[in-house]
């Protein structure tokens, strides 16, 4: 009789030990917080390939934006930005 009971009391032991680890994993996974460094980690290189459209020549390249004194906003390439410096844009 006493070894009936130790051992209904390990089985139940056990059972409480896998519900709580299934409980707590499945708590885990199903966390809505989104980690950051993880996606940016996955996106760094799809950031450096981004080209848009220069606004004076519209070739697809790397572009630098630049505010004129009247407020509007333009991006230019390298080779745009050398010609046009001279209408005194500030870099944004």
């Not at 390990?10 to 980690?35: D, E, F, G, M």
């Not at 450096?48 to 390249?61: A, F, I």
């Not at 790397?62 to 046009?84: I, M």
Request: glycine share 4%; proline share 1%.
């Amino acid at each position: 009789m006493l070894w009936l009971s130790i051992i209904g009391i390990i089985a139940s032991c056990l059972v409480w030990v896998t519900y709580r680890r299934y409980h707590v994993s499945k708590v885990k996974n199903s966390s809505n917080v989104v980690y950051l460094d993880h996606y940016r980690k996955n996106n760094q290189n799809k950031k450096m390939q981004k080209v848009q459209k220069c606004e004076k020549c519209n070739k697809y390249k790397r572009l630098h934006f630049y505010a004129s004194p009247s407020g509007k906003v333009t991006g230019l390439c390298k080779e745009c930005e050398y010609n046009d410096k001279s209408n005194k844009m500030l870099r944004i």
